[in-house]
């Protein structure tokens, strides 16, 4: 019996685990979004903005944060003319609370993941009211490779090889990039 309800209980955890959750949406509803076009777009540091806690190098995780605002801010007009093809003007606001980019020792010997979030708020200019608000958050894995063969650990060799083609500024557009992918997503 208790093998019975141990299975059960097992069965549960991993359908729970398994169980996903999307973008949360606050606006009516994403027809709602298709009546805009952004005619306003920023990209801003939140109240609650934070650089994560990387292992390595403060001072270059606030400058690759600095790259990865000003990389979107740059990207963000352009991608929003493909998503919102609207006639009324709105204020696209991009609030980001976590920049948390990988430095490269960080990747290179730790494996470490840059992490995004951020607020999205659209704007009505018209009536001053938010017809869109969403927490995005996307990330940006490193290889960690934990194989070992007679005793050589091959996997992180593998891995250190792996994370060191994917740091500096390939790294920002990588976060860049997984978040642009969560807005569209978000917007359709």
């Not at 650089?51 to 000003?70: N, S, W």
């Not at 992490?115 to 009536?127: H, P, Q, S, W, Y």
Request: glycine share 10%; net charge neutral; proline share 2%.
């Amino acid at each position: 019996m208790r093998f019975i309800v141990s299975g059960f209980m097992l069965g549960v955890v991993f359908f729970l685990a398994s169980c996903q959750s999307a973008p949360q949406k606050t606006d009516l509803s994403s027809n709602v979004l298709r009546q805009y076009m952004a005619s306003q777009v920023e990209v801003i540091k939140g109240n609650d903005f934070n650089i994560g806690t990387g292992v390595f190098l403060k001072d270059e995780r606030h400058f690759l944060a600095d790259q990865f605002i000003a990389a979107l801010g740059d990207q963000l007009p352009g991608e929003l003319k493909f998503s919102l093809l609207g006639e009324k003007p709105a204020k696209v606001s991009v609030q980001m609370s976590t920049v948390s980019i990988a430095t490269a020792s960080g990747r290179r010997l730790n494996g470490e993941a840059s992490v995004v979030r951020g607020r999205v708020l659209i704007t009505d200019l018209e009536t001053g009211q938010i017809v869109g608000n969403s927490e995005l958050q996307a990330a940006d894995a490193g290889a960690q490779n934990s194989t070992v063969i007679n005793g050589v650990p091959v996997g992180a060799i593998a891995s250190f090889v792996e994370n060191s083609n994917s740091v500096g500024g390939t790294v920002v557009i990588k976060a860049r990039d997984a978040f642009l992918r969560e807005l569209r997503t978000w917007l359709r």
